[in-house]
C-alpha cells in the first residue's frame, strides 16, 4: 500500500516544514526508495517520458532508430539492477554516451517518476509460470499481431475492442487463450456491430456505441462516431459477432502463448 506509507511521510515531513523551514528535509527520503509510485505519479513520468526521451528512446521506449537509445522495456537494464540504479542513470546519464541524463536540476519526484513509468512497461511477473514469454507478447501485441489497433493497454492504442490493462486480472489463461481462437463464441452486446444502410444504399458499420429506442450510433474502423435515427429511412441491422479475427491460423501456438503470458501480466501497478 504505497499510498499509505506516502501519506505517512507527509506526517512526518509537514511539521518538520513548518517548525524549522530552513532544513532542507526533503533530502531524508532521497535515493533510497521510490514514494512515487500512484497511477498519477505513472501519467506523469510517462508525459516526461514523452516530452524528453522519445527523440531516442522511442514512442513507447522500445527502442530508438539505429540505436540510438536501447529498448527499455525488456525488464533488464545494462547499467542498474536496482530502482535507485535507474534514478541515477535517468538524473546523471551514461558518461561518454548521448544519455545525458535530466540533471540535477529536475526534482526528485519528476526523476522517481520516471523510474515508476520504466518498471511499469515490464512487470511481467504474474506471467512467470506460464508457458510462453509476456516480453515476447508484448512485441506481438503492438507489432505482427497488431492488437493495440483496436485494444488499448496502459493509455495506448484503439478504441475498437475492450480495454485490456487489467485483463489479468479480469480473466484467467484459458479464457485468454479462448479469445484468440474463437472471438464469436461470447460476444458482450458492447461489441455487437451495428449495421446502418440508408435509402440510396450508402452504408455504414461499426460498434455499437450505445443504443436507445429511437437513436444509435456507432464508432466505425477509424473511430469516427456516428449516429442515426431508427425511424427515418436508413435501415440497420446488429451484427452479433465479433470484429475480433481469429487468431487460430494467422498465428503459431507459440505466439498465442506468448500473447496469452503477456495478457495476462497485465495488472494494475502498485
Ligand atoms: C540523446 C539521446 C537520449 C535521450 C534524449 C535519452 N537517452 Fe537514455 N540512453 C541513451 C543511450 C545512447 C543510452 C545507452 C548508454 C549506454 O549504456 O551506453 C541510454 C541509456 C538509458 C538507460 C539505461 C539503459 C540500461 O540498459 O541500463 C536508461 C534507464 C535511460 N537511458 C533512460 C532515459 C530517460 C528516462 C530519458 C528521458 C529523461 C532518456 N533516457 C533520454 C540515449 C538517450
Ligand atoms: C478489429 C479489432 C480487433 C483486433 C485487431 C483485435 N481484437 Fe481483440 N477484441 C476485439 C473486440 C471487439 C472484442 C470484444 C468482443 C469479443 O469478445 O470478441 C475483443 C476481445 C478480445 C479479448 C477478450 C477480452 C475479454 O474481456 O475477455 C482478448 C483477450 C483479445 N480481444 C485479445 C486480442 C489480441 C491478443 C489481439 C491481437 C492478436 C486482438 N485482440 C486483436 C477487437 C479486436
Not at 506516502?6 to 528535509?25: H, K
Not at 435501415?235 to 479475427?245: A, D
Amino acid at each position: 500500500m504505497h499510498w499509505k506509507r506516502s501519506t505517512r511521510w507527509m506526517a512526518i515531513l509537514l511539521p518538520v516544514l513548518f517548525v524549522a523551514p530552513t532544513v532542507a528535509v526533503t533530502t531524508s527520503a532521497q535515493e533510497s526508495e521510490n514514494l512515487y509510485t500512484s497511477r498519477l505519479d505513472l501519467r506523469m513520468g510517462r508525459s516526461v517520458f514523452r516530452a524528453q526521451c522519445t527523440t531516442c528512446h522511442g514512442l513507447n521506449a522500445g527502442g530508438g532508430n539505429e540505436g540510438v537509445g536501447p529498448d527499455l522495456t525488456t525488464g533488464r537494464f545494462r547499467r542498474a539492477d536496482s530502482d535507485l540504479g535507474l534514478y541515477r542513470i535517468i538524473r546523471d546519464g551514461v558518461p561518454g554516451t548521448s544519455m545525458t541524463g535530466v540533471g540535477t536540476d529536475a526534482s526528485e519526484q519528476s526523476v522517481w517518476q520516471l523510474v515508476t513509468y520504466l518498471r511499469s512497461l515490464n512487470d511481467f511477473s504474474s506471467a512467470a509460470d506460464l508457458p510462453g514469454s509476456a516480453e515476447a507478447g508484448q512485441r506481438i501485441f503492438v507489432g505482427k499481431g497488431d492488437c493495440a489497433q483496436c485494444h488499448m493497454v496502459n493509455g495506448q492504442g484503439g478504441r475498437l475492442g475492450p480495454n485490456l490493462s487489467l485483463l489479468g486480472e479480469q480473466r484467467d489463461p484459458e479464457t485468454i487463450q479462448a479469445a484468440l481462437l474463437d472471438p464469436n463464441a461470447d460476444v458482450d452486446p458492447r461489441w455487437w456491430t451495428m449495421r446502418a444502410t440508408g435509402p440510396n444504399g450508402q452504408s455504414f458499420e461499426g460498434v455499437r456505441m450505445n443504443e436507445d429506442t429511437f437513436t444509435f450510433r456507432i464508432m466505425d474502423a477509424e473511430e469516427n462516431l456516428r449516429a442515426f435515427s431508427k425511424y427515418g429511412d436508413w435501415s440497420y441491422e446488429r451484427v452479433q459477432t465479433s470484429t475480433m479475427p481469429s487468431y487460430a491460423d494467422n498465428l503459431t501456438v507459440d505466439e498465442r502463448e506468448d500473447l496469452v503470458a503477456y495478457l495476462y501480466s497485465l495488472r494494475s501497478k502498485p
